[in-house]
């Protein structure tokens, strides 16, 4: 199944990557600015800002973990709901999208601490790009999601 792959899923897979280390050079352009701008040695010291923007970092983060799964779940039942199965390159294209979804809502913390430049936007930036690193899509990551996304398919249409 996955050990024959075709040239234009060899290339998605780096398209996926690609976009994802876009969206992580992000976080590290908006580091880069917060360092040109001097503002490590200038921080914001208003307690109510950086309440507001920690709070608004810490639910964009969480939401990666949880909109992602959710739009998975979405197109596999609408797949269910037509009695079709999804193939490798629709979970492929699935996978692609939910990347999208979670880098971008890790990205945009990035840039809204940037914007306030609080005491805590150093940290911040830093943990988003570790965040980012961790989840990047490698090549046998996505081969693992996709193969285990087609045995779940196949165990709950044997279920039906």
């Known amino acids: 199944m ?8 060899t290339q998605q897979k780096r398209i996926i990557l690609i976009i994802a280390l876009a969206l992580t050079g992000g976080v590290v352009f908006a580091t880069g600015i917060f360092f040109v701008l001097g503002n490590l040695n200038n921080p914001q010291s208003d307690s109510v800002m950086t309440a507001i923007f920690l709070g608004i970092t810490a639910v964009m983060v969480l939401t990666s973990f949880v909109v ?3 739009i998975v779940k979405t197109k596999e039942s609408e797949a269910k709901a037509k009695q079709q199965k999804l193939s490798e390159q629709e ?3 699935i996978f692609q999208i939910k990347t999208i979804i979670a880098y971008a809502l890790m990205e945009g913390p990035a840039f809204m601490n940037l914007a306030v430049a609080h005491q805590y936007s150093l940290p911040i930036l830093g943990g988003l790009f570790l965040l980012m690193i961790a989840r990047l899509p490698w090549s046998g990551r996505i081969d693992s999601w996709i193969r285990d996304r ?4 196949e165990f709950e249409n044997f279920q039906a």
């Open 2 to 9: 996955m050990d024959q792959q075709s040239p234009a899923m």
């Open 68 to 70: 992602p799964p959710i």
């Open 91 to 93: 979970y492929l294209q």
């Open 150 to 153: 087609m045995e779940m398919q």
